[in-house]
């Protein structure tokens, strides 16, 4: 089983809905959690960080944390097609100087 | 917000040669650099640590004598494949600490496309 799950998709959504998108995880130790979105062949951009459990906004995404239920979701409203891509989660223990663990990541296909 | 720089975003090199990359923090000092790579439709997967001034931290699995990582100061890491072969042709990735608006720590380079023949 891996450290922390995530449905490889694709997930396709015509244009405005609402994407849904979360991981799940083992780790009881993890407290920061991250989503990072990647164009192909380019590098993660982060989205959201939040520690512990909780909701964040930020703009059209929102990032849940249910430390409870190891499970995590982010969600992107008004879907524009330049957010197709692949949406990664990612996690770590410790604020600094420790490794990022990844979810395998989510294809997501926005139609115009 | 951080920014990381990386290059080469594409190199294309024979088997057996050897190909350096680089990984710039350019408007913070970075402490810690990671360098993880990723294969097509795969996430990616951590290979090494590098701390300025110390030797690397190489994860289970990642030979240390292929791939060498020197981070001689708080701006630059790079990461030498050493005798590449085809199986080495990959998408590598560097993130460096810093310290960002949120609160958000690792920012990530664009990535470097390695190709072997």
């Known amino acids: 089983q891996k450290e922390v799950e995530q449905d490889p998709g694709p997930l396709s959504v015509p244009e405005g809905a609402i994407v849904s998108l979360n991981c799940t995880y083992s780790?009881?130790?993890?407290?920061?959690f991250m989503w990072y979105r990647q164009y192909s062949r380019k590098g993660p951009e982060l989205l959201m960080y939040?520690?512990?459990?909780g909701n964040k906004e930020d703009g059209r995404f929102t990032a849940q944390v249910d430390k409870s239920s190891k499970y995590i979701s982010l969600f992107i409203r008004d879907s524009q097609p330049s957010d197709s891509a692949t949406y990664l989660c990612?996690?770590?223990?410790?604020?600094?100087?420790?490794?990022?663990?990844f979810g395998g990541g989510t294809r997501v296909l926005v139609k115009p | 917000g951080a920014v990381v720089s990386q290059h080469p975003s594409r190199v294309i090199c024979k088997s057996g040669t050897s190909v350096k990359i680089e990984c710039r923090s350019l408007d913070f000092q970075a402490t810690t650099m990671f360098w993880y790579r990723q294969f097509p439709k795969q996430s990616l997967m951590l290979m090494a640590t590098s701390n300025e001034g110390s030797k690397a931290t190489y994860e289970q699995g990642v030979e240390k004598d292929k791939f060498l990582i020197n981070h001689a100061s708080l701006t630059l890491s790079t990461l030498t494949v050493t005798s590449a072969h085809p199986e080495d042709s990959s998408f590598y990735i560097c993130s460096a600490e810093g310290a960002g608006p949120g609160g958000e720590k690792l920012f990530f380079g664009s990535g470097t496309q390695l190709s072997v023949l």
């Open positions: 780790n009881s130790a993890f407290q920061y």
């Open positions: 990612a996690m770590s223990e410790k604020a600094a100087g420790n490794k990022l663990t």
């Open positions: 939040t520690y512990s459990s």
